[in-house]
Nanobody
Framework: VQLQAFGGGLVQAGGSLRLSCAAS????????MGWFRQAPGKEREFVAA????????YYADSVKGRFTISRDNAKNTVYLQMNSLKPEDTAVYYC????????????????WGQGTLVTVSS
């Protein structure tokens, strides 16, 4: 699975952005998907994940209640809706696909897209 994330940009604190990740290749609908982020000078961290069936979603505590992950298997796309953004959400955001089809949480992400930069100004 090849992935391309887009939708980042500059937004004021309290604002919203929606990131998209388009996937190419077969069997997208059978892979769990996730979003990660890496802030300047920090390690990459988990943000959110969604099961291949969309039945289950998982979030980091820092974004729970503000971010929503979703997917449209017909469009081979996964989304990250980010609301009530804070300056500490500033990071490069990456989407990722699970290594195995039809797997269960915790996932083992093995395919990564290029990142998209989100900057939240105070």
């Amino acid at each position: 699975v090849q992935l391309q994330a887009f939708g980042g940009g500059l937004v004021q604190a309290g604002g919203s952005l929606r990131l998209s990740c388009a996937a190419s290749g077969r069997f997208f609908s059978s892979y769990a998907m996730g979003w990660f982020r890496q802030a300047p000078g920090k390690e990459r961290e988990f943000v959110a994940a969604i099961s291949w069936s969309s039945e289950s979603t998982y979030y980091a505590d820092s974004v729970k209640g503000r971010f929503t992950i979703s997917r449209d298997n017909a469009k081979n796309t996964v989304y990250l809706q980010m609301n009530s953004l804070k300056p500490e959400d500033t990071a490069v955001y990456y989407c990722a696909a699970d290594t195995f089809r039809y797997s269960h949480y915790p996932y083992r992400f093995g395919s990564w897209g290029q990142g998209t930069l989100v900057t939240v100004s105070s």
